[in-house]
């Protein structure tokens, strides 16, 4: 079992930064891919940015490519996920979710997660 705890959320001016934060409990985060998340007011879950467990492979959303930049210190049991250049479209919460894997994979399904934290709200004014 995983606990996952996330931090960071705010409002922010478009243009804005922000740094999320997940806190992992439980079993040994090392052995886990990491995942983030949102979901905005009426829409379903969406897939932002994924992690190895080693941290060497990560993937994107095309809509935060470029701006957003997912990381790992698997010596704080953390996962992070910079948020640069932050638009009004990026309004939502924003999940980490964690799956055993000891491979070089990342996951990008929603449905492949099996650990989610509560959330975290970030909200960019425009």
């Known amino acids: 079992q995983v606990q996952l705890v996330e931090s960071g959320g705010g409002l922010v001016q478009a243009g804005g930064s922000l740094r999320l934060s997940c806190a992992a409990s439980g079993r040994t985060f090392s052995s886990y891919a990491m995942g983030w998340f949102r979901q905005a007011p009426g829409k379903e879950r969406e897939f932002v940015a994924a992690i190895s467990w080693r941290g060497g492979r990560t993937y994107y959303a095309d809509s935060v490519k470029g701006r957003f930049a997912i990381s790992r210190d698997n010596g704080k049991n953390t996962v992070y996920l910079q948020m640069n250049s932050l638009k009004p479209e990026d309004t939502a919460v924003y999940y980490c979710?964690?799956?055993?894997?000891?491979?070089?994979?990342?996951?990008?399904?929603?449905?492949?997660?099996?650990?989610w934290g509560q959330g975290t709200q970030v909200t960019v004014s425009s």
């Open positions: 979710a964690a799956v055993s894997s000891s491979g070089t994979y990342y996951y990008t399904k929603r449905a492949e997660y099996h650990y």
